[in-house]
């Protein structure tokens, strides 16, 4: 008997260790919403989609993707639909002023800071309720301006290590249409990409930032929750480049609470 015992126990481990550890476990949840109510980016379909593969490929979240608002509530909700109880992140890549109700709005603020879920938001979601301070909070600021519209950008990685800029050198370039934000403050988030201010020009019409800090992706935490931005994004084929998509499943891992990183707000590097 503890010889079948003995070689049972061996036949069950052997089976574990040949099941990767995504089989063993449950697949988190994604809710991404590509809601506009503003400039539509074409780009916005490629992004979602690249999420989904992401997803499917890496074996550890599902995405549902929605056009609309309507899961972003804690009501019950009839016809099989999920409410933001079902969902473990939500990710906008939106414009505008979204068709959510007060109750929707203190749900999804209630999903990151009282439940400690993820969100996440991608290029133009800090165009996004302007009419909605609390949002903006949460985010960490809002669009103002792209004065060098769609350029070879020049990036300066500030933080190496956290797991969403492992992908990255220290510094590189990118052809994208990186923002400038108001109502952004280094006190309440971790900067993790910024534009080099020494290569680009700060005479170009509608730059406003007299402190030449220009952040391109950062992190916080808000409650018990975390928030993840990058404004990367705004070009069907930078979702396509291999490092943009490992810095979105990494991102995705650490606003789930997958894996550790640090979003101590700290002050921008003298470099």
């Given at each position: 008997?503890?010889?079948?015992?003995?070689?049972?126990?061996?036949?069950?481990?052997?089976?574990?260790?040949?099941?990767?550890?995504?089989?063993?476990?449950?697949?988190?949840?994604?809710?991404?919403?590509?809601?506009?109510?503003?400039?539509?980016?074409?780009?916005?379909?490629?992004?979602?989609?690249?999420?989904?593969?992401?997803?499917?490929?890496?074996?550890?979240?599902?995405?549902?993707?929605?056009?609309?608002?309507?899961?972003?509530?804690?009501?019950?909700?009839?016809?099989?639909?999920?409410?933001?109880?079902?969902?473990?992140?939500?990710?906008?890549?939106?414009?505008?002023?979204?068709?959510?109700?007060?109750?929707?709005?203190?749900?999804?603020?209630?999903?990151?800071r009282d439940d400690g879920k993820g969100f996440l938001g991608a290029h133009s979601?800090?165009?996004?309720?302007?009419?909605?301070?609390?949002?903006?909070?949460?985010?960490?600021?809002?669009?103002?301006l792209h004065p060098w519209n769609q350029f070879e950008a020049p990036i300066i990685?500030?933080?190496?290590?956290?797991?969403?800029?492992?992908?990255?050198?220290?510094?590189?370039?990118?052809?994208?249409?990186?923002?400038?934000?108001?109502?952004?403050?280094?006190?309440?988030?971790?900067?993790?990409?910024?534009?080099?201010?020494?290569?680009?020009?700060?005479?170009?019409?509608?730059?406003?930032?007299?402190?030449?800090?220009?952040?391109?992706?950062?992190?916080?935490?808000?409650?018990?929750?975390?928030?993840?931005?990058?404004?990367?994004?705004?070009?069907?084929?930078?979702?396509?480049?291999?490092?943009?998509?490992?810095?979105?499943?990494?991102?995705?891992?650490?606003?789930?609470?997958?894996?550790?990183?640090?979003?101590?707000?700290?002050?921008?590097?003298?470099?």
């Amino acid at each position: 008997m503890k010889r079948i015992l003995w070689r049972t126990s061996l036949v069950v481990l052997a089976v574990l260790l040949a099941t990767p550890l995504t089989a063993q476990t449950k697949k988190k949840k994604l809710l991404a919403i590509g809601a506009v109510k503003g400039f539509q980016h074409d780009s916005v379909s490629h992004a979602l989609g690249t999420l989904w593969k992401i997803g499917q490929e890496s074996g550890l979240y599902d995405t549902y993707i929605r056009t609309d608002t309507q899961l972003l509530t804690k009501k019950k909700l009839g016809g099989n639909a999920k409410n933001l109880d079902f969902f473990d992140a939500v990710f906008f890549y939106t414009t505008g002023e979204l068709d959510m109700d007060d109750e929707q709005k203190a749900a999804l603020l209630a999903f990151v800071r009282d439940d400690g879920k993820g969100f996440l938001g991608a290029h133009s979601a800090t165009d996004t309720f302007y009419k909605w301070p609390e949002y903006g909070d949460m985010i960490g600021g809002y669009f103002d301006l792209h004065p060098w519209n769609q350029f070879e950008a020049p990036i300066i990685v500030e933080d190496p290590d956290f797991p969403a800029m492992k992908p990255f050198p220290a510094r590189f370039t990118i052809y994208d249409e990186i923002y400038q934000f108001k109502d952004f403050s280094r006190q309440k988030v971790r900067v993790l990409m910024r534009l080099d201010a020494d290569k680009i020009d700060l005479t170009r019409k509608g730059v406003r930032r007299t402190d030449k800090d220009f952040a391109v992706t950062w992190v916080r935490t808000y409650g018990k929750g975390r928030v993840f931005y990058s404004s990367l994004g705004h070009r069907e084929d930078v979702w396509d480049r291999p490092d943009v998509q490992k810095m979105w499943l990494e991102a995705i891992k650490w606003a789930m609470g997958l894996i550790p990183g640090d979003a101590t707000p700290r002050p921008k590097p003298s470099d």
